[in-house]
């Protein structure tokens, strides 16, 4: 699959580059976002942290995404991997917490379509990946203030007016199926989809994640030469099969930049890439 990078919008530690791709625009065959029909579940008898139960309740596949929120429960967890569930079974999901002070309260999670930011999923590979994801969940305090229980959601929350401020107006442009973001002057993480309605679904919580990592770092331009040059790199990583993704096959591959590709019916339903040292 070849990328095409286009013109970035810079919004202070922000650009925004557009990226279509020469595969052939999937006709979907599942539902995503907000709109996808998913019951999410601690583990009946005795919730474990790094699992949930999720169950697709529709008809048609389901796919979820690498950096998903799953709020509520006994504490805030991030799916650790994109994944596409069969309709009416049961999976048990990776999950990593991002609300280090609480463990009890409901059974039951809630979906906003809200991500975490590349620097959180950057941690997902470390070998002690929960300890990596809170010291840095905490370093959001900087530029979000504490939070009592720890938690990413509440970061998001009180960042979302100056989320909406710093990317408004930016919408996907014809054709476009991907995402290329840089903050302070260097690219950092790049999403693309089979579906620019997939893209769309997913849009306004890559853009939020984008801006919790963008604050209070430095008003810099992302140089397209940087962001085409990561795309170029994600394009020539050597992938290898990795764990299934529910009814798809993931790819996976990269050191500083780790690319994870899963595949569905001869084609990537979802490809991103996440620069390890943001």
């Given at each position: 699959m070849q990328?095409?990078?286009?013109?970035?919008?810079?919004?202070?530690?922000?650009?925004?580059?557009?990226?279509?791709?020469?595969?052939?625009?999937?006709?979907?065959?599942?539902?995503?976002g907000t709109d996808a029909p998913v019951d999410v579940a601690e583990r009946a008898g005795r919730p474990a942290g790094d699992q949930l139960v999720v169950t697709n309740r529709g008809q048609r596949p389901v796919l979820l995404l690498s950096g998903e929120l799953l709020e509520g429960g006994w504490q805030t967890r991030a799916l650790t991997a994109?994944?596409?569930?069969?309709?009416?079974?049961?999976?048990?999901?990776?999950?990593?917490?991002?609300?280090?002070?609480r463990?009890?309260?409901?059974?039951?999670?809630?979906?906003?379509?809200?991500?975490?930011p590349a620097a959180v999923r950057a941690r997902f590979g470390h070998a002690d990946a929960q300890r990596a994801v809170w010291e840095r969940v905490r370093g959001y305090d900087a530029v979000a203030g504490p939070s009592e229980t720890g938690s990413l959601a509440d970061r998001l929350d009180r960042t979302a007016p100056a989320a909406r401020d710093l990317t408004r107006g930016l919408r996907p442009l014809s054709g476009q199926r991907?995402?290329?973001?840089?903050?302070?002057?260097?690219?950092?993480?790049?999403?693309?989809?089979d579906s620019g309605r997939t893209?769309?679904?997913?849009?306004?919580?890559?853009?939020?994640?984008a801006t919790l990592d963008a604050l209070g770092r430095s008003d810099v331009r992302t140089p397209a030469a940087l962001a085409r040059s990561f795309a170029e790199r994600v394009e020539?990583?050597?992938?290898?099969?990795?764990?299934?993704?529910?009814?798809?096959?993931?790819?996976?591959g990269g050191g500083r930049v780790r690319v994870d590709d899963v595949r569905w019916h001869d084609r990537t339903v979802h490809l991103s890439a996440v620069l390890q040292e943001v």
């Open positions: 990328l095409h990078v286009g013109q970035g919008t810079h919004r202070g530690p922000l650009t925004i580059f557009p990226v279509w791709t020469d595969a052939p625009a999937g006709h979907r065959g599942y539902v995503t994109t994944t596409l569930l069969a309709p009416g079974i049961p999976s048990v999901e990776h999950v990593v917490c991002v609300e280090e002070g463990w009890g309260g409901a059974v039951s999670h809630s979906r906003q379509g809200r991500r975490v991907g995402i290329l973001i840089g903050i302070a002057g260097r690219p950092v993480a790049l999403e693309v989809f893209l769309a679904a997913h849009w306004s919580g890559l853009l939020h994640a020539g990583t050597r992938l290898t099969t990795g764990a299934p993704a529910g009814l798809g096959r993931r790819l996976s």
